[in-house]
């Protein structure tokens, strides 16, 4: 059980894969791609949690000494998942931008750029 | 939106507005900090925007985007205060005056808020550049998706 | 304040894009003389540390610590995000300074006020602290955090014409390539502090045994950073991005590639040097290397745009250099030598002359109003300068005799030759016809009979573009003063700096 994290991110991250491979909507692509960011984040977050352990505030630690989860995953799981609505708002501001000018958001028969 | 809808927005934007003050506020204390606060800042202009439209609101752009600057131009001069020393040297913690107050021990208590130096105002920063960058964020697409932009 | 220098090339930027926007809402003077000043700063920030680097070694700065040199707390472990600049950092830094500059040179007349001045110089200073930040980190996830910023920096800016559908189209198919190949790093970030606890780059490379996963992490970082540096099965935003982008973003762009490839080389060579640096994958990135060199020079030959073909030019440079980094990882001594010094000399000759030849397409476009090869004719009696500039970066871009790109170029192939003639052999025969495709262009645009009206270019262009053909120029005549005094450096870091490196970050 204790790869069950590891298991369901990875299975996020294939599902973010599969919708980028069999989807031609532009904001489908966009969510593919946030799902395989979930993935990763859940993924890191996994990363540092000791069984057992207490939320690693020192303040609201009890007298007896307990294992603390790992902080560090945290912060680096928060700096992703800023990192990505950043991205994402981008993508989704570009999708809008092709469907003023296109109408449509298929990728299909939006691409002028080939070859 | 319907009159529930807008009802029950009025309710919730001052709580969520003061939720999302106390989590950038004791950000160096509780889980939370800048950016939670500010996504749940940031919630409220989603909100509504939802109930009321966005068109009401747009003049708020020109409030959000230069309160972003100035949160982000805020962090980077915090950050430089430290320079005596080395860049994003905490200068102010212990030095008791603003957020210098000593440390309590450890073991269980509220903490103390007037603590962790120039942390807090980088929450603060942080809070104001994700209020502002967010929620302009969630206007102009708004604004943006309209047919007449 | 020379000791914060590496800090201040990354801060000053980064403070600088934020307080442009308000300082153009006072006056727009003022903001130019204020953007001026950052990108001045910030250039000679980038120098004085290249300066320490090749002169003192590795130079090493903490953050939040007591002092910058404190990058080890009591216990011998790194907790702290550190600073790590060597030769090579220091080499990229010079490369990022020189595109910086010159596309700031450039910008300031060629982006016009109505169409969002004030946001492009923004985002330009953004993307620059963004790579400054990638080639001088130290830290792992915090490389991984400077490569988002570039990338939504640099997307931003190729949908920069927003006016236009097709940018949106490129920087949307951009954001997806970049944002992928930011996750797949990100994963292996993961791994390697899910295994080691740790996230310094050199506590990692002392830690790093060539276990299952360490094999899994390098493959996921090469996997990414190839998809940003656009080698060949990920090469597809390349041209799209280079060909829409405004012309000075298109030469920091060109610049940020060269970071991926800069990541490349800190990643095989520093960060997995001890366990797994094997001849394989010195192969592996060499087929790739020759993959893109063939795919992107053939694909050049079809265009009818001319950003684009010049974009296809650029990411057949890239191959190069991909080829020079895998022959140099197959013979770490010898001819891999050879090959790291062509490879990474090729990298400044190719942010000159990419870099002119795309600040020359930006002119036409903006004298012409168009860059389709058909439709163009004759500018070469109007603009002058620019038909000049243009064949002096197109000849450099081939790798003709008395300019940069053959000393540079020369070394790939000898080195190459030794490892295998037949790579050598493609790689010389790809670059003959990119000589061809180059010269059509040239002949198709700037020659024959006036085919539309064109004004030249104004002075700060030209400017721009007269730096870029003085380098080109000046490293073509003298090649070995400049292998000798910034390139050598960087090689050495490479091949035989990562027991300082350690040392100069961990002590001792």
């Not at chain 2, 942390?119 to 603060?124: A, G, I, K, S």
């Not at chain 3, 300031?108 to 980190?137: D, N």
């Not at chain 3, 000049?388 to 000393?407: E, M, T, V, W």
């Not at chain 3, 030249?456 to 490293?475: D, K, S, T």
Request: hydrophobic share 60%; net charge positive.
């Amino acid at each position: 059980m204790g790869n069950m994290p590891f298991v369901v991110s990875m299975i996020l991250v294939a599902i973010g894969f599969l919708t980028l491979i069999t989807r031609r909507n532009l904001i489908k692509l966009a969510i593919g791609i946030s799902i395989i960011e979930m993935g990763v984040n859940l993924f890191l977050v996994s990363l540092g949690y000791v069984k057992g352990g207490i939320a690693p505030i020192y303040t609201y630690a009890p007298p007896e000494a307990r294992a603390m989860v790992f902080p560090t995953p945290q912060a680096l799981t928060l700096t992703a998942i800023v990192i990505g609505l950043a991205t994402t708002a981008l993508m989704l501001a570009f999708a809008v931008v092709i469907y003023r000018h296109r109408g449509t958001l298929d990728a299909g028969k939006i691409r002028e750029l080939r070859g | 939106m319907s009159v529930i809808v807008r009802t029950v927005s009025r309710v919730v934007a001052p709580v969520a507005l003061a939720f999302g003050a106390y989590v950038i506020m004791h950000g160096h204390l509780t889980p939370g900090g800048g950016f939670q606060g500010g996504a749940v800042v940031a919630s409220v202009v989603a909100l509504l925007v939802v109930a009321f439209g966005c068109e009401r609101w747009r003049k708020w752009t020109h409030v959000l985007l230069p309160l972003e600057d100035v949160g982000a131009m805020a962090f980077v001069i915090l950050a430089f205060l430290g320079v005596g020393a080395t860049f994003f040297r905490n200068v102010l913690a212990g030095s008791g005056g603003l957020f210098g107050a000593p440390v309590p021990q450890l073991g269980p208590n509220p903490g103390a808020l007037n603590t962790a130096g120039t942390l807090p105002l980088m929450n603060w920063a942080v809070g104001f550049k994700v209020i502002a960058g967010l929620g302009a964020v969630v206007l102009l697409l708004a604004l943006f998706g309209r047919e007449d932009g | 304040m020379l000791v914060h220098a590496p800090i201040l090339a990354i801060a000053v930027p980064l403070l600088g894009a934020f307080s442009l926007l308000g300082v153009s809402y006072i006056n727009r003077t003022l903001r130019n003389v204020w953007a001026c000043l950052i990108a001045a700063f910030t250039s000679a920030m980038a120098v004085a540390v290249a300066i320490r680097a090749f002169t003192e070694g590795v130079v090493v700065y903490t953050l939040g610590a007591a002092s910058p040199t404190e990058s080890v707390t009591a216990g011998g472990f790194p907790i702290r995000i550190v600073l790590a600049v060597d030769g090579l950092g220091a080499f990229m830094g010079l490369i990022a300074a020189l595109a910086g500059v010159v596309a700031f040179i450039y910008c300031f007349q060629y982006l016009r006020e109505e169409e969002g001045k004030s946001l492009g110089l923004s985002l330009l200073l953004l993307l620059w602290a963004g790579i400054l930040g990638m080639v001088y980190t130290g830290d792992l996830f915090n490389f991984f955090v400077f490569l988002e910023i570039t990338s939504i920096a640099a997307c931003a800016l190729i949908g920069y014409r927003v006016w236009e559908s097709r940018p949106a189209e490129a920087a949307f198919k951009t954001m997806a390539m970049y944002t992928l190949g930011g996750l797949l790093v990100l994963i292996a970030v993961g791994i390697l502090y899910g295994e080691y606890d740790a996230l310094n780059i050199a506590y990692l490379s002392k830690a790093i045994t060539g276990s299952l996963l360490d094999r899994l992490a390098l493959g996921l970082l090469l996997g990414g950073l190839l998809m940003k540096a656009g080698a060949v099965p990920a090469h597809m935003w390349a041209p799209d991005a280079y060909g829409e982008a405004p012309a000075m973003a298109t030469i920091v762009l060109v610049a940020n590639t060269q970071a991926a490839i800069y990541a490349i080389l800190r990643v095989v060579f520093t960060l997995f040097g001890g366990a797994l640096a094997s001849p394989g994958i010195g192969w592996l990135i060499a087929s790739l290397g020759i993959a893109t060199v063939l795919v992107a020079v053939l694909m050049a030959v079809v265009q009818r745009h001319l950003g684009r073909l010049i974009a296809y030019g650029a990411v057949s440079q890239l191959g190069y250099m991909l080829l020079a980094v895998g022959v140099g990882l197959v013979a770490r001594g010898g001819f891999g030598e050879v090959a790291l010094t062509g490879g990474i000399f090729h990298m400044i000759n190719d942010a000159a002359s990419v870099g002119l030849l795309f600040l020359v397409v930006g002119a036409v476009r903006r004298a012409a109003g168009s860059v389709d090869l058909p439709s163009l004719g004759g500018l070469g009696h109007t603009l002058r300068w620019e038909a000049g500039f243009f064949l002096l970066g197109a000849l450099a871009l081939a790798g003709i005799p008395p300019l940069n790109g053959f000393a540079s170029k020369f070394l790939i192939y000898e080195s190459t030759f030794r490892a295998s003639p037949i790579l050598a052999a493609l790689a010389l025969l790809a670059s003959i016809l990119l000589l061809a495709v180059v010269v059509r262009a040239f002949q198709g645009a700037f020659l024959g009979p006036r085919a539309r009206e064109a004004s030249p270019a104004p002075r700060g262009m030209l400017v721009a573009m007269g730096i870029l053909a003085l380098v080109i120029i000046v490293f073509g005549l003298f090649p070995g003063f400049f292998i000798e005094r910034i390139v050598s450096p960087a090689v050495q870091a490479v091949l035989t700096g990562r027991e300082a490196y350690l040392a100069a970050v961990l002590g001792g």
